[in-house]
């Protein structure tokens, strides 16, 4: 029986060590980005040894998919489905820019680094568009339901996080003021 408890014990300080290395790495990514997040400062955030994360993440990539599924599974991006069930168009539009804005508020230092080394970090930008593409296409079609070619591009910028960014944080407008901008913008006849 000691060795069953000992393998149980075992596989429980691993799993509390893989956990640490991926929180520490997502807090890493959420002020510097994942492009400029280097395995030794993972390894010294958690409190382990360079070699330890490797042993439970071989490289890079494997890291970051870790990283990409937990936040996900933390707080995942709003579900387009579920706007489906709004008739109203307007309404739609409404509903789902506040859930989008609203999961930007809560994870915007992540996202925003994310975004930005996505940008020139290729591994980064994959990871982003396998994690994110989904609910971003979905999102997009749900939402644009209807809508002529012209407020699909306005309804692209309003998806945005940047746009968010700017309407927001740089703009100090309310959520609410910032969403009625958008279905405004998106709803507005040429």
């Known amino acids: 029986m000691p060795r069953t408890y000992t393998l149980k014990r075992r596989a429980e300080q691993q799993a509390e060590t893989r956990r640490r290395i991926v929180d520490a790495a997502i807090d890493l990514h959420s002020s510097l980005g994942p492009a400029q997040t280097t395995i030794s400062m993972v390894a010294e955030r958690a409190g382990v040894q360079r070699h330890t ?31 489906r069930a709004i008739a109203d168009r307007d309404e739609r539009l409404r509903a789902g820019l506040r859930e989008l804005y609203d999961w930007y508020a809560r994870n915007a230092d992540l996202v925003a680094c994310v975004l930005r080394d996505a940008e020139v970090h290729a591994l980064t ?3 982003v568009h396998l994690r994110f593409g ?3 296409a979905a999102q997009h079609d749900v939402l644009g ?3 002529e070619p012209r407020q699909r591009a306005v309804l692209d910028l309003a998806l945005s996080f940047f746009t968010w960014r ?17 279905v405004q913008a998106i709803t507005a006849q040429p």
């Open 166 to 182: 700017t309407l927001v944080q740089e703009g100090a407008l309310p959520r609410e003021d910032a969403v009625g901008a958008m």
């Open 145 to 147: 339901e209807g809508l």
């Open 125 to 127: 930008k994959e990871i």
């Open 53 to 83: 994360v490797y042993a439970h993440f071989p490289d890079e990539k494997t890291l970051l998919l870790a990283c990409s599924a937990e936040t996900n599974e933390r707080d995942p991006p709003p579900e387009a489905d579920a706007w």
């Open 134 to 136: 989904p609910y971003i």
